[in-house]
Structures are given as C-alpha cells and as structure tokens.
C-alpha cells in the first residue's frame, strides 16, 4: 500500500475561540487530486494553511511526505516549504515585481540555477500556462485570469511535489474559471503532483478532483470519487449537491 | 517553533488571531492608562522579535545587498532635498532666536558654537530621523501592511523565503546607513543657515562664526548625534516593518498599522534621545 503523501489526523482548529476543523482526518494520496468541497467559512482555506504551516492546529497531527510538520523548527519549516506550490485565491503576486521577477522569486532565492537556467525555466512555466512572452509585464497590467495564470507558474516553476490551491476559480468568469480548470487538470497530467484543490465551485471540484471530501460541520462528511459522490445517498451530501448543482455536471461527473 | 506571533505558523492562528491587543473599550480612565501601557509592551515585545531575527539575518546581507541598495537609493538619496531643506531653515531659526538674545547679551559671538553643538549633538539627528520617521517609515509600514493583506507575506513563507530576510533586513540596514548620512549632511546645511543668519542678520563676521564653532565643537559632539542617527535608523525601520508586519483587517487595517508605526517610532526615539544623551553626557 502506498504511504499518503498528506494525513491529518484528529485535526482540532479554533479561531478566536470558534471551532473551525473538529477532529478532522483526511489522507491523500501521491500523484492524486483531492478537491475539499464546501460552502464559505467552513474551514477550507484553514486546512490549507494548516497543511502548509502557515497555522498550527489546536490538536491533532499533520503528516507530510512522512514527515510530522510540528517537529520542525521554523528555519526548517521555511526549508520544507519548498516541496510546495501554492496558489493563493488572490493570487499574492509581489506588486513591485515583474511577471518573471516573480516566478524567478522561489528559484532566485534556492541559489541554485544560473540566470540563464532560470530564464528557460521561467518561459517554459509561462508557456505551460499559455502566458508565452509576458515576462516583462507588472501585476497591475494583468486581468484577474491572468494573474491566476502567473500565480500557477509561480506555483510550478520549482516542480514542486505538492501543489494546494485556494479556490482557484473564485472571482472568474466561467470562461477564464474553465481554462484554470483545465490547466490544472493538465498540469496534473503533465507534472504527476500531489494536489489539494479547496473549492465551493462544484463544476470546478467535479472537473479537477480524481477524490472529492464534502467538508462541513469541522469534518470530512463524505469522500469519493465525482461518480461516488453524485450518487451518495448522504442527505448532507444531495443537499449540498442540490443547492450548488449547475447545469453540465452530470457530464463532468461521469468523466471521472 | 518560538511563541512569536508575527509570522504564521509561530503561534495557533497567528494569521488571524487578534494580534495586536485591542484593548476592550476601558471601563474608566485607570483602565485605559492600563490598556495603553499593554499594548506599548505588546509593540515594543513584538518590535525586539522582530530586531533579533534581522540581526541573526546579517549573514545573509551579501545576498540582499541589491535590494539594499535599491532601498538606500529609492528611500535614502529621494529624501536628501527634504531633510536638507528642513535643515537650513532650522539653522536659520536657530541663529535668529539666539542669535537676538545674544546680542541684547553682547554675547553673539557665541552664536557659532551654539549652533553647531545643538546641530551636531541634537538638532541634527532628531529632525534627520522625524522626517524619514514620516517620510520613509510611514512608507514602509503601508508598503509591508498592504503586502501582510494581501497575502503577498503569505506567499514568501510558502515559497520558503523568509520575510524578515527578504524585507526587513534591507530596509534597516538602508535606515541605519541613511540615517548617519543624512544627518552628517543636516549637520552641515544647518550650520550652514545658522552662519548665514549669523551674518546677514545678526551681525558676526562668518570668519568669527566659524572660529567660535570649530574651537567648542568636540569630536564627541559629533559622535553622539550619528550614534544617535544610527540608533534611530534601525528604530524607525523595525518599528514601522514590525507594524506592517502585523497588519490585519484591509485598507484601514494598513492606515492603522501606519499610524501606530509612525507615533511608536517617534514615541520609542524620544526615549532613547534622552538615554543616549545620558551616556554620552551624563
């Protein structure tokens, strides 16, 4: 049996005393999309964090690649870090850098490419993303779409083993919103990462997601494939289903 | 981890866990004096962690040296009009308020060495440091603020960038040096007005405004004001990036971090005047 390459175990979160995550497990497999599913403010973006670092959990504990995220210091924590890509849901580019001085950012910083390298590395990014020659453009010139775009080569360009994304199609119209979600399923294919993809979209999740987690209530309240989870006979599971379904996505979901 | 709460992942929630203490409203006015007094610590807590990282960052220095520069020039070498400006304008004052008490005195020869000692050891590093407090720090503050809101800090800590290194660092050690700089240049323009005024106004001979400054001005007089201009450089940068550091909320977030950057660093300056003072001249 392959060893997850995420597992959070018994995750307990609170945020200014509200319980957000309430003894949530969760396990994802090497090379699989798993898609957090879930209305706003149920503790998405927080298992995101928590996976990455950026927070600590109350109780409970995280395991990455097999390695215990609480038994690093934070120099070391910084250095682990690099085994991720994360695309923020705004985006985060660095506003006073260029298009390639932010996706060279992580490599500049690793010392370990020659600038030549960095420049091929970059462009192949930036042709991955179908943003080909956009190097010398600042943030405030791109559209939301594009931003994502720049913020996935960003995500990429280490080749990173695991890359989270906070809901990658929010804000978007469905046009560009589709093009995302095709690119991740490409890059997907491409590069064979781990991915946590946390959504409320639900075309997006059926789109992306090989595993799909319903979280609600602090808990993963059902888990399976697009297929498995359209058919779930869970009242929780329909509801949600029912009230966020859109046109298309019994289609998408016999895909899976 | 240490139980910092600037960076995420420090503390549970750091990121969004109520950072600075909002004091609930004071039940009375002991209550507030309280509540003020906690949120001085808190900022000056979070200030000294801040400053321990940045020094155990100086070995990185080489490898932000461009950065630096950018900083110095972008922040240090644009405010050199401003301070310079302020600074004759100060001399001048200076010479014409003494100046006249010193001549009903008959002791406006003196005004030579009054000018000089109150630039070099006073004058000098603490109007230097008020305006790049104003100029400079508020800068800072917004510039890191909006970056904490939007998540750009996030961003550097998941690319295993280090924000302190990244930011910080560049912009206090821009701070310290252009600080001395800028001083050192003050000092000058404003003894400069001040032998102007001397001249023009109050009647002593720029020769005799000249002897009298240079035979009383110590090397220690000196000193004590870029000692001062160093020390107040590293204050206003870390004050005002700790601040930004620790910004939540959105744009009123950002204008209240910059607020409480800019009264902090003015707050903590005056303090360490006056102890600065003390050990130079105590």
Redo the contacts between chains.
């Keep these: 049996m392959t060893a997850d390459m995420i597992h959070m175990e018994n995750v307990t979160t609170r945020l200014r005393g509200k319980l957000v995550l309430d003894e949530m497990s969760l396990r994802v497999k090497p090379s699989e999309t798993y898609v957090i599913l879930g209305p706003s403010g149920v503790g998405k973006s927080v298992t995101l964090k928590l996976i990455i670092g950026l927070m600590k959990p109350d109780s409970g504990r995280i395991v990455i690649d097999g390695t215990d995220i609480a038994t690093l210091e934070r120099r070391q924590m910084l250095e682990f870090r690099r085994i991720f890509g994360f695309l923020f849901q705004s985006s985060a580019l660095i506003n006073w850098l260029s298009v390639f001085e932010n996706i060279a950012l992580p490599l500049q910083e690793r010392r370990t490419y020659k600038e030549s390298k960095i420049r091929e590395e970059v462009a192949r990014c930036l042709e991955m993303v179908d943003l080909p020659g956009a190097e010398q453009l600042m943030p405030d010139q791109l559209s939301g779409g594009m931003k994502k775009r720049v913020a996935l080569a960003r995500a990429i360009v280490t080749n990173p083993r695991i890359i989270l994304y906070d809901e990658p199609t929010t804000g978007l119209d469905p046009i560009v919103a589709e093009t995302i979600n095709h690119l991740i399923v490409r890059l997907q294919k491409r590069l064979s990462t781990t991915s946590v993809v946390v959504t409320h979209d639900l075309h997006s999740a059926f789109t992306v997601g090989n595993t799909i987690g319903l979280l609600e209530k602090g808990k993963i309240i059902a888990e399976g494939t697009p297929r498995q989870l359209m058919q779930s006979a869970e009242p929780s599971v329909q509801r949600f289903i029912s009230v966020t379904r859109v046109s298309g996505l019994s289609g998408n979901a016999e895909q899976h | 981890?240490?139980s910092d709460p600037i960076?995420?992942?420090?503390?549970?929630?750091?990121?969004?866990?109520?950072i600075r203490p909002e004091a609930a409203t004071p039940a009375g006015p002991i209550a507030g004096v309280g509540a003020a007094l906690i949120t001085a610590c808190h900022t000056a807590g979070e200030t000294l962690s801040v400053l321990g990282r940045t020094i155990a960052s100086l070995p990185y220095l080489p490898?932000r040296m461009r950065d630096t520069l950018n900083q110095m020039y972008y922040y240090g070498v644009s405010s050199q009009m401003v301070t310079s400006l302020f600074a004759l304008f100060s001399g001048m004052i200076i010479a014409f308020n003494t100046g006249i008490v010193l001549k009903d005195l008959g002791m406006q020869v003196s005004i030579g060495s009054i000018s000089a000692v109150a630039f070099c050891r006073e004058w000098g590093p603490v109007m230097t440091a008020v305006i790049l407090t104003a100029r400079v720090g508020s800068s800072m503050a917004a510039e890191i603020g909006?970056?904490k809101v939007?998540?750009?800090i996030?961003?550097?800590?998941?690319?295993?960038?280090?924000p302190v290194q990244?930011l910080v660092l560049p912009r206090v050690v821009t701070l310290a040096f252009m600080t001395a700089a800028l001083t050192m240049i003050s000092d000058l323009v404003g003894i400069f007005g001040a032998g102007l005024v001397g001249q023009l106004q109050i009647g002593v001979d720029y020769r005799v405004f000249y002897n009298d400054a240079v035979s009383y001005l110590k090397f220690k007089d000196v000193i004590s004001g870029l000692v001062k201009a160093v020390v107040f450089g590293i204050l206003i940068a870390t004050v005002c990036c700790t601040q930004g550091l620790v910004t939540k909320g959105g744009a009123r977030g950002v204008g209240k971090s910059t607020m409480y950057a800019v009264v902090s660093s003015l707050l903590f300056m005056i303090v360490i005047d006056y102890i600065i003072a003390k050990l130079f001249f105590g």
Aim: no cysteine; aromatic share 10%; charged share 30%.
């Design positions: 981890m240490g960076f995420p992942g420090e503390k549970k929630m750091a990121a969004n866990e109520n490898f909006t970056m939007s998540e750009e996030d961003a550097l800590e998941v690319m295993g960038i280090d990244y």
